[in-house]
């Protein structure tokens, strides 16, 4: 496998009016290409923070990002609109077609009517996805989901706390 996806010492730091609040303290990770991860992590964390980067959301205060051997850390806002066109996809949970579910149970529905159990239309679709070779990283504060995933990633205080690789594929979630 290929590093997709590789952070080396990223910091990020919100100045709010004279008080600077850091939120990530050094992550160093790597993602290959074709994996299937999960962050975890309280809120407030840095989980959302590190996947707005990973995103190309925003730009790490210090550190690199590299995605598919590019450093992405030296692109302007243009470049970086380029590569969330072009190499990323992202889905918002923010941004529901239906309120009261998540994005995730919005692109679900149709499976509901096709009769799909809870279990199957969960993870399915982003499951497919990832067996075409496609890198899935999701954020989730949901452990069944994570635990569809091949490696989960615990952040706490800014900083990656530990890593479960291949946690329950299989784990019946009904």
Same mark, same amino acid.
């Given at each position: 496998?290929?590093?997709?996806?590789? &952070?080396?010492?990223?910091?990020?730091?919100?100045?709010?009016?004279?008080?600077?609040?850091?939120?990530?303290?050094?992550?160093?990770?790597?993602?290959?290409?074709?994996?299937?991860?999960?962050?975890?992590? $309280?809120?407030?964390?840095?989980?959302?923070? #590190?996947?707005?980067?990973?995103?190309?959301?925003?730009?790490?205060?210090?550190?690199?990002?590299?995605?598919?051997?590019?450093?992405?850390?030296?692109?302007?806002? $243009?470049?970086?609109?380029?590569?969330?066109? %072009?190499?990323?996809?992202?889905?918002? %949970?923010?941004?529901? #077609? &239906?309120?009261?579910?998540? $994005? #995730?149970?919005? @692109?679900?529905?149709?499976?509901?009517?096709?009769?799909?159990?809870?279990?199957?239309?969960?993870? %399915?679709?982003?499951?497919? #996805?990832?067996?075409?070779?496609?890198? @899935? @990283?999701?954020?989730?504060?949901?452990?069944?989901? $994570?635990?569809?995933?091949?490696?989960?990633?615990?952040?706490?205080?800014?900083?990656?706390?530990?890593?479960?690789?291949?946690?329950? %594929?299989?784990?019946?979630?009904?």
């Amino acid at each position: 496998m290929t590093a997709m996806i590789w &952070l080396e010492d990223i910091h990020k730091t919100y100045r709010l009016g004279e008080v600077d609040v850091p939120v990530l303290k050094g992550i160093d990770l790597t993602i290959e290409e074709g994996d299937y991860v999960a962050i975890m992590g $309280a809120s407030g964390s840095g989980e959302s923070t #590190l996947m707005n980067i990973i995103g190309c959301l925003d730009r790490p205060s210090t550190g690199q990002y590299v995605l598919e051997g590019r450093n992405l850390t030296t692109l302007d806002n $243009a470049g970086l609109a380029y590569i969330r066109n %072009q190499r990323i996809g992202l889905v918002f %949970q923010q941004f529901n #077609l &239906l309120p009261r579910i998540t $994005a #995730l149970e919005n @692109v679900m529905l149709p499976m509901v009517y096709a009769g799909a159990t809870r279990a199957q239309r969960r993870m %399915q679709l982003l499951t497919e #996805l990832n067996a075409q070779g496609i890198t @899935v @990283v999701i954020v989730t504060h949901e452990p069944d989901i $994570a635990a569809q995933t091949h490696r989960t990633i615990h952040v706490k205080d800014g900083l990656l706390q530990k890593e479960h690789p291949l946690m329950n %594929q299989n784990l019946n979630v009904d």
